[in-house]
């Protein structure tokens, strides 16, 4: 977390930059992370903002839920790869903790309750790394930008992405 929150300003004036549809997304994102005074919320949005900067669907890696039905949402989480899921409440308001963030692989959750969505995305990240399973493809880059740039972990030649992004965190 302290590698993110090193870079997470840069990150944030350089999301800032970006233009189009993808520009007014990242926009949206962050401002409901700015709100938060929570540096966990903060985290979260700006890991969104990384994957939409990156070109790539936030909606492919966290899975929200309702806690409505339960037995809907275990049928739901059942067809997912790989992901995060956030159970909410179903009344509940933004700033209300969900009642559940976990790590789904293959349709299993392989951990319960954590933290926040931050956590969970640095967990899900070392089940991937260490268990040598394959990026998602849709996610390619923004795994990539975690490995190489934020953990620091087998540095080798980066994707065009990720090596511009990088630059622009280091000027």
């Known amino acids: 977390m302290s590698q993110l929150d090193r870079y997470s300003e840069k990150m944030v004036g350089v999301f800032h930059k970006k233009v189009g549809a993808a520009g007014r997304k990242i926009a949206g994102i962050l401002s ?34 309702e806690s409505e039905n339960p037995l809907e949402t275990g049928a739901e989480l059942e067809k997912i790869l790989i992901g995060i899921y956030v159970i909410k409440h179903p009344d509940g308001d933004a700033a209300q903790a969900p009642e ?8 299993l959750a392989v951990l319960q309750e954590l ?37 620091e972990l087998e540095p080798r030649q980066l994707s065009t992405k990720v090596q511009i ?7």
Not at 121 to 141: H, I, Q, T
Request: negative net charge; charged residues 20%; hydrophobic residues 45%.
């Open 165 to 171: 992004l990088k630059n622009k965190l280091l000027d």
């Open 32 to 65: 409901v992370a700015d709100q938060n005074v929570s540096i966990e919320k903060r985290r979260n949005g700006i890991l969104q903002a990384l994957t939409v900067y990156l070109n790539e669907d936030p909606a492919q890696l966290v899975y929200d839920f």
């Open 115 to 151: 933290k926040d969505v931050a956590s969970a995305y640095a967990l899900l990240f070392g089940l991937v790394y260490g268990l040598n399973l394959s990026y998602p493809p849709d996610l390619r880059y923004t795994f990539e930008f975690i490995q190489e740039v934020i953990m």
């Open 100 to 107: 559940d963030i976990g790590i789904i692989i293959e349709g």
